[in-house]
T-cell receptor, first 113, second 116 residues
Framework: SQTIHQWPATLVQPVGSPLSLECTVEGTSNPNLYWYRQAAGRGLQLLFY??????ISSEVPQNLSASRPQDRQFILSSKKLLLSDSGFYLCAWSVAGLSYEQYFGPGTRLTVT | EDKVVQSPLSLVVHEGDTVTLNCSYEVTNFRSLLWYKQEKKAPTFLFMLTSSGIEKKSGRLSSILDKKELFSILNITATQTGDSAVYLC????????????????FGKGTKLSVKP
């Protein structure tokens, strides 16, 4: 069966510090991968999606970036965090070409102080 | 602008009650609507609806889609404290990339609290 992992589970970082969140999927090949942010009182906002290694599409302009160095690995980064980057970050995957169903990882709670 | 609107934003009921959660949408090139349940962390998939009038059912949860009036409802009968969660509704956006690449736009969710 497929599983999705994210780490760390929680993170407290000062403003201006770098960020690296990692997501890996097991049990499937060539998944579509997604990064979402969920701010308090708001819905899920899609940040990035990827259909293959090295292929990243950004949905919103911001100081975050994403990379997909391996088929089942998705990384969210920032060079300098802002207070507004605080939130709950979720990684998700879906089966390419079959369905719109997306399956979510456990998430990372990021607090920028 | 494509959007998904859920109502109510929050709801408090007692165990045994029946609840109805609403999701309305405006999206070009509609293909499907999805419901998720989010307890403390990851949203978990409940239903995907593509056809009007066909009810999907899983235990005490059921959902139906009305493509003419552009909405869906999620019903939960005989609620239990374990049903307490945020229920999210989502629709795929944009150009058809061949299915699963359809990026999802989510509503803000309905926070359901079930009291014993």
């Amino acid at each position: 069966s497929q599983t999705i992992h994210q780490w760390p589970a929680t993170l407290v970082q000062p403003v201006g510090s770098p960020l690296s969140l990692e997501c890996t999927v097991e049990g499937t090949s060539n998944p579509n991968l997604y990064w979402y942010r969920q701010a308090a009182g708001r819905g899920l906002q899609l940040l990035f999606y990827s259909v293959g290694i090295g292929q990243i599409s950004s949905e919103v302009p911001q100081n975050l970036s994403a990379s997909r160095p391996q088929d089942r690995q998705f990384i969210l980064s920032s060079k300098k965090l802002l207070l507004s980057d605080s939130g709950f970050y979720l990684c998700a995957w879906s089966v390419a070409g079959l369905s719109y169903e997306q399956y979510f990882g456990p998430g990372t709670r990021l607090t920028v102080t | 602008e494509d959007k998904v609107v859920q109502s109510p934003l929050s709801l408090v009921v007692h165990e045994g009650d029946t609840v109805t959660l609403n999701c309305s949408y405006e999206v070009t090139n509609f293909r499907s609507l999805l419901w998720y349940k989010q307890e403390k962390k990851a949203p978990t998939f409940l239903f995907m609806l593509t056809s009007s009038g066909i009810e999907k059912k899983s235990g005490r949860l059921s959902s139906i889609l009305d493509k003419k009036e552009l909405f869906s409802i999620l019903n939960i009968t005989a609620t239990q404290t374990g049903d307490s969660a945020v229920y999210l509704c989502a629709v795929p956006l944009g150009v058809n990339y061949g299915g699963s690449q359809g990026n999802l736009i989510f509503g803000k969710g309905t926070k359901l609290s079930v009291k014993p």
